[in-house]
């Protein structure tokens, strides 16, 4: 599990850096909540909201109605706290 922490941290990263393509490569590799919820943020980032709430559906989470950048950073830190 630590592994995939420290790849759901580089995924926040990329997508941080502009790299979206490469952040959602990493969330599709990985099976678990955690990686379903950042997949549901790049799709919310993406405009793609049928498909975001499909992955927040999966993370057991509701599509915030806060701005993309609190939401990056309450993920940022949620994922740095586990690792």
């Not at 599709?28 to 379903?36: E, F, H, L, M, R």
């Not at 992955?55 to 690792?83: C, F």
Request: hydrophobic letters at 35%.
């Amino acid at each position: 599990m630590a592994n995939n922490i420290s790849e759901l941290k580089k995924a926040l990263e990329l997508d941080r850096d502009g790299d979206w393509d490469s952040a959602h490569r990493i969330v599709q590799g990985i099976d678990s909540s955690d990686s379903y919820w950042i997949h549901a943020y790049l799709h919310r980032k993406e405009g793609a909201l049928g498909n975001s709430n499909y992955w927040y559906r999966r993370a057991d989470k509701t599509m915030p109605v806060y701005d993309l950048a609190k939401e990056w950073n309450e993920l940022y830190e949620y994922i740095s706290s586990k690792g």
